[in-house]
């Protein structure tokens, strides 16, 4: 590693050893990432699958870092940014791969944008179709119209076009300016899992940074591999965010409404849909919004979803 390099490596993991090998292996052997310094930071949230010891042999210049407990990943986030030295962070899921060439031409890219904040390259499933890469940031507009609330990707081929901002992007690959990063005091460790990305950007441009989507760069991202074990837990976690995130931008009586909104949403579910619990999928589903009808009767504690 260069006593400076332009690009600081974040990786955040919890019991994903399988996944990183693959991540590992990517990094390796994108060559163009030598100038940039290529420093890699591994922040493990107390994974019991053995992910140490891999991490120090499969790569041992990464530096390591493990919890004694999962801190959630916004406080890893945090965690690795203090440590990395890089001019900017490249925040990467464990379930990522990255193509050659194609990081090295976002840093590029970011160069020329003065008032940067953060970044997002189009992601793309493992056969390089592409995949949802900019979100809207969440209301009630949303809820109460399913489907408002949806934000149209710009059309890109996955390898052209020019960068352009945006509202929010998906956290699975992001990169971060470092001084903005710092200047924004990172990201808000309330959110557990989930929206923590969207409240970085909703703050981000509030402050006059730029928020943008690169399509001219694409990054792999084996979408739903860390979460779809525990399904139900997950959705859980999101619907804790996403409280907190209209706790956060709007005031009572918006959230008041919202909850409202919500509540009636999963009541009507699971009263309409048991005589209809035929398959898996519907179970799941099913349970999923019985537990969500819970949480709320239980005044929407912390410990519904992945921490549970």
């Known amino acids: 590693m260069e ?26 052997k994108d060559t163009s990432l030598t100038s940039l ?55 990467l899921n464990s379930d990522t791969r990255l193509i050659e060439g194609e990081v090295a031409r976002m840093v590029a890219t970011a160069e020329d944008i003065p008032d940067l904040g953060l970044m997002g390259p189009q992601l793309v499933y493992e056969d390089l179709s592409l995949q949802r890469s900019v979100a809207a940031v969440p209301g009630l507009t949303g809820e109460v119209i399913p489907g408002s609330g949806r934000v149209s990707q710009p059309a890109s081929d996955g390898n052209t076009g020019p960068a352009r901002d945006v509202e929010s992007l998906i956290g699975a690959a992001i990169m971060i ?17 989930f929206l923590e990305e969207t409240d970085f950007c909703v703050r981000a441009r509030q402050k006059g940074y730029r928020v943008v989507f690169f399509p001219g760069a694409r990054v792999i991202h084996l979408q739903g591999r860390t979460v779809r074990k525990t399904w139900v837990k997950g959705r859980m976690e999101y619907n804790i965010s996403l409280r907190k995130f209209m706790k956060k931008h709007h005031g009572r009586l918006y959230l008041t409404a919202f909850d409202a909104v919500r509540l009636a949403k999963s009541l009507a579910f699971v009263i309409a849909v048991p005589l209809s619990l035929f398959g898996s999928r519907m179970r799941l589903r099913y349970s999923y919004y019985l537990n969500l009808v819970v949480w709320y009767m239980r005044a929407c504690p912390d410990d519904a979803g992945l921490r549970g």
């Open 3 to 28: 006593a400076d390099p332009t690009l600081s490596i974040v990786i955040i993991t919890k019991d994903t050893r399988e996944l990183l090998e693959g991540l590992f292996d990517s990094i390796e």
């Open 37 to 91: 310094g290529r420093e890699i930071i591994v922040i493990d949230n107390a994974s019991t699958d053995g992910t140490e010891k891999f991490v120090k042999s499969a790569c041992p210049h990464a530096r390591y870092i493990r919890n004694d407990r999962n801190a959630g990943f916004a406080v890893a986030v945090n965690q690795g940014a203090r440590a990395a030295a890089g001019r900017y962070i490249l925040l």
């Open 177 to 193: 300016r470092k001084a903005a990063f710092d200047d924004l005091h990172g990201f808000d460790e309330r959110f557990f899992f």
